[in-house]
């Protein structure tokens, strides 16, 4: 990840660590976002205290997720296929830093078979 990447995930996390109430899904996304690229940032450690006893519906924001890949349209508009792809990432990487990938692992198989199928058309 490019330094200019990793510095604005950083900056993103510290802002939202600092929010009042704070937002499980979106403290979790960032810092599941960053642990892919810097496992021994210290905001991480932050991110788990502020999360004890949140709780977030990871399965339905999956699921939304995965819909929204199904029936993205790369042919007529590829940058929001993108985006509902990235979405989708999002979501897998703030569940996963969450501690609960198996509520995005059938949302996720699910869109990753449908792009393998169209991309082999």
């Given at each position: 990840?490019?330094?200019?990447?990793?510095?604005?995930?950083?900056?993103?996390?510290?802002?939202?660590?600092?929010?009042?109430?704070?937002?499980?899904?979106?403290?979790?996304?960032?810092?599941?976002?960053?642990?892919?690229?810097?496992?021994?940032?210290?905001r991480?450690?932050?991110?788990?205290?502020?999360?004890?006893?949140?709780?977030?519906?990871?399965?339905?924001?999956?699921?939304?997720?995965?819909?929204?890949v199904?029936?993205?349209?790369?042919?007529?508009?590829?940058?929001?296929?993108?985006?509902?792809?990235?979405?989708?990432?999002?979501?897998?990487?703030?569940?996963?830093?969450?501690?609960?990938?198996?509520?995005?692992?059938?949302?996720?198989?699910?869109?990753?078979?449908?792009?393998?199928?169209?991309?082999?058309?």
């Amino acid at each position: 990840m490019p330094d200019a990447s990793r510095d604005t995930l950083r900056s993103q996390l510290d802002e939202v660590l600092q929010e009042d109430p704070i937002e499980p899904e979106e403290i979790a996304i960032l810092a599941g976002l960053l642990v892919r690229h810097d496992p021994s940032d210290d905001r991480l450690d932050a991110a788990i205290g502020k999360l004890h006893g949140a709780a977030v519906d990871w399965g339905s924001a999956a699921d939304a997720a995965s819909e929204a890949v199904l029936h993205a349209d790369a042919v007529d508009d590829p940058d929001h296929a993108w985006a509902v792809l990235c979405t989708l990432d999002e979501v897998s990487a703030g569940a996963t830093f969450y501690g609960c990938p198996e509520a995005v692992a059938k949302p996720v198989g699910d869109a990753a078979r449908a792009v393998r199928a169209f991309s082999a058309l």
